[in-house]
């Protein structure tokens, strides 16, 4: 590990800029999941454990440089509180002078970071201001790290930077899905086009031994060895890309799996009337919405002699009952396999994550990423601007 951590850092006394990333989803002014902020506790208790006093810099929603109300940070106070189980003072407009008079141990919480232009802009006068605001910088927003802001970016350069918690256990898990994973390592790729993960799929081919396609995507790989898939979602104008990535997991020994058999209706809504036909059998006026039953045998008999797993994306339109069970059955397996401890299983991206939590068997991931494009970025075998710049 190139990056420092919490343990490496002198903080006694000091004021500890901390990058996290709180941008949870909220419905009726209510935060709907608050897990982003579960996770970066240990990295404010450890903070605060060791004499320091965590100024947490977090963004909110896309305000384009502008003060946008809706998106100010003061609607989640509430939830970081409870959620932290501590006071947190909120700063809308932050002063070295006003930290410093702060009674050590005292947990901050500045306004959206977004609400100047100089923030995505990675303008280093902001970066220069922020630095002048703390003492350390602590970077525990992995899920932001694929943004080169000032404050996930820009700043690390300015203070001594380390890593938090929540971000080294999510790099942890990461390095142990694909830099060093135990073989065989299977890829379960999933969602509705191919075109946003062309990076993913061609550095996961060099890099797994089975990669699975589903969803979507899978279509699109069909259709470009020639099978009518009706009026599913497919991008027939990528069916040559498809063919050079099947060319190139070929030639890297990664076998791609893709359905034999599928789900089909003729709906777009919960409890379609469908059928189960054999891949090359998709009625012209249908859409494929699961993998078939025999299509998740193969898959989970790969899981099943399986070491790693990474996730990206559902199996089909796991939302509507009752094109879920494909998914579902997979990620029993998943589940079983990790409970006996048989394999290591790592999952990340909002779909993703959704799909594991409605299956019930969120805890028996190894690891769910908080993250979903710097999970995917990650994953693609990009460099994270807020990783390197810990470096
Ligand atoms: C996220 O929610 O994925 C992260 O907080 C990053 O947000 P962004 O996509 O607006 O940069
Ligand atoms: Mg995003």
Same mark, same amino acid.
């Given at each position: *590990? ?6 490496? *850092? ?35 208790? !450890? ?14 929603? &896309?305000?384009?440089? #502008? ?24 700063? #809308?407009?932050?002063? &070295? ?11 901050? =919480? ?10 995505? !802009?990675?303008?280093?006068? *902001? ?8 003492? $350390? ?73 089975? =990669? ?37 997991? !070929? ?14 209706? &003729? ?8 059928? /189960? $036909? ?30 790693? =797993? ?22 029993? /397996? ?58």
């Amino acid at each position: *590990m190139a990056w420092k951590t919490l343990d490496d *850092m002198d903080l006694d006394g000091k004021i500890v800029l901390t990058r996290v990333d709180i941008n949870v989803p909220m419905d009726g002014g209510r935060v709907t999941d608050a897990t982003r902020i579960a996770r970066i506790k240990p990295t404010i208790d !450890d903070i605060v454990a060791a004499g320091g006093t965590p100024v947490m810099l977090a963004h909110f929603g &896309r305000p384009k440089g #502008e003060v946008v109300p809706e998106m100010s940070l003061a609607h989640i106070l509430p939830a970081v509180t409870e959620t932290l189980g501590r006071d947190v003072t909120f700063i #809308e407009q932050p002063s &070295r002078e006003a930290l410093d008079a702060l009674p050590a141990g005292t947990v901050v =919480l500045v306004e959206n970071t977004r609400f100047t232009n100089m923030e995505t !802009d990675n303008d280093p006068k *902001m970066a220069q201001f922020l630095a002048s605001l703390g003492d $350390v910088f602590c970077n525990d927003a992995f899920s932001a790290a694929h943004r080169a802001h000032a404050s996930t970016e820009g700043v690390a350069h300015l203070l001594p930077s380390c890593a938090g918690r929540l971000m080294a256990q999510e790099l942890g898990a990461l390095e142990k899905a694909l830099t060093t994973p135990e073989r065989p390592v299977v890829a379960v790729v999933g969602g509705a086009k191919v075109s946003t993960k062309l990076d993913l799929l061609g550095n996961l081919v060099r890099k797994v031994d089975f =990669l699975v396609i589903g969803g979507g995507m899978a279509n699109t790989f069909l259709a470009a060895k020639g099978i009518d898939v009706g009026k599913s979602l497919c991008e027939h104008d990528l069916a040559e890309t498809a063919r050079e990535i099947l060319k190139k997991a !070929d030639e890297a020994g990664c076998e791609i799996i893709l359905p034999v058999d599928i789900v089909v209706a &003729r709906e777009f809504k919960a409890n379609a009337a469908n059928e /189960t $036909v054999g891949v090359d059998a998709c009625p012209s006026d249908a859409m494929i919405f699961d993998a078939g039953p025999q299509s998740v045998a193969r898959i989970n008999e790969i899981i099943t002699g399986a070491k790693t =797993l990474v996730m990206n994306g559902p199996l089909g339109v796991f939302e509507l009952e009752p094109f879920g069970t494909g998914t579902f059955a997979m990620l029993d /397996t998943i589940a079983a396999q990790t409970t006996a401890g048989a394999l290591v299983s790592v999952a990340g991206g909002g779909d993703t994550v959704a799909a594991i939590n409605a299956s019930g068997h969120a805890d028996a991931f190894t690891y769910i990423s908080t993250a979903g494009g710097a999970f995917l970025e990650w994953m693609e075998g990009k460099t994270l601007p807020g990783v390197a710049a810990l470096g």
